[in-house]
């Protein structure tokens, strides 16, 4: 069953990604303002729960696995290639790719640690602009693993599921310093939380749980426990990033519900190819970055450079994608059985 407005949804979380990255990557925002602007990978999670709750729930975990291996797998692999290539030729056409901001580039740089990280999903070392990468590791595991949660699920109250899940994130917390697990169980409670209340009408326990989240974080600095930048907080992810999160999710749903987004085919082929712009983004910043440098960035205005940096990203992206999606898919082609 297709969502029309969950598609729109997943269009704009991508875009919040993009302007999130352009505030973070560009520095075109000071505290605490990015503090405040950091939910983007809530809500991403929040949706992908969402997407999952119109799945068939009778897919197997082989089969959630099989799928999420040729969706998010291959196409990071034929990411890694392109700008690992990408990256030799510029080295070789352009020689000295420090004035653009960019370190020189060779194969030899890399060592069998660094195929180690492709290979895992985890980075493509020594290419600029690629920390989202990050996000991968996680996402795999917890979309192709949800058949089994969903099984616990159908025999647990709504409720009590997603506070174990909460518990369970913040005695990790307590115990553990591994960021994969701590981040697993973080982003699940959004996960889970898209599952749960996405297609249902609880509107009352949404806010509940998002009013107690805020409420939480607001009594602990009142109380005078020390509040660092959010970013500080989400490597590892602590219980303020995750209430922060679970807070501006649950506010956005409540919002949204109200809200319908006209579908346009400019939100129709950020779904489509949201994966595909989310990979390849650097490589849209990198552009930006020497655009600036010799036109508007001369202007000393960070509001302009916010706006005319996210504008100039969105629009490259875009177009990058018009070239990377159907060379995705063509590659793609030969991995379906």
Same mark, same amino acid.
């Given at each position: ?54 799945? /068939?729930?009778?897919? /197997?975990?082989? /089969? ?43 194969? &030899? ?35 192709? &693993? ?60 949404? @806010? ?6 805020? @409420? ?11 509040? /660092? ?46 994966? &595909? ?40 992206? &875009?177009?990058?994608?018009?070239? @990377? ?13």
């Amino acid at each position: 069953m297709r969502d029309i407005q969950l598609d729109n949804y997943r269009a704009l979380a991508m875009l919040y990604v993009i302007f999130l990255h352009t505030c973070f990557w560009m520095g075109d925002m000071p505290e605490p303002y990015l503090s405040f602007v950091l939910i983007s990978m809530a809500m991403v999670f929040f949706i992908s729960g969402a997407s999952i709750s119109l799945g /068939s729930s009778r897919r /197997s975990l082989m /089969s959630a696995i099989v799928s999420r291996l040729k969706r998010v797998v291959i196409p990071f692999y034929i990411y890694a290639v392109v700008i690992i290539l990408l990256s030799v030729l510029a080295s070789l056409l352009i020689g000295d790719t420090t004035r653009f901001g960019v370190r020189p580039f060779h194969l &030899t740089d890399y060592s069998w640690r660094d195929v180690d990280s492709i290979l895992l999903c985890q980075d493509v070392p020594k290419i600029p602009n690629n920390a989202h990468l990050w996000f991968i590791a996680p996402y795999l595991i917890l979309t192709s &693993t949800f058949p089994l949660q969903r099984r616990l699920i159908d025999k647990c109250p709504r409720p009590v599921y997603m506070a174990a899940c909460i518990a369970l994130f913040l005695l990790a917390q307590a115990f553990t310093q591994s960021e994969l697990l701590r981040e697993l169980l973080c982003y699940n409670i959004f996960v889970v939380a898209g599952y749960l209340y996405y297609r249902h009408d609880k509107e009352i326990v949404t @806010a509940v749980v998002g009013l107690t989240a805020g @409420a939480a974080i607001l009594g602990y600095v009142l109380l005078g426990g020390h509040f /660092s930048p959010m970013q500080d907080h989400k490597f590892p992810p602590d219980w303020i990033f995750a209430f922060y999160g679970l807070f501006a999710v649950c506010m956005l749903s409540l919002v949204f519900r109200r809200v319908t987004i006209p579908s346009n085919r400019f939100l129709r082929l950020w779904n489509t190819r949201g994966y &595909t712009i989310y990979l390849y983004q650097g490589l849209a910043f990198i552009l930006v970055a020497v655009i600036r440098q010799y036109t508007y960035g001369r202007i000393p205005n960070m509001g302009l450079w916010l706006v005319a940096d996210f504008i100039m990203v969105v629009l490259l992206s &875009t177009v990058l994608s018009l070239v @990377a999606y159907p060379l995705e898919r063509w590659i793609m082609k030969f991995f379906r059985s």
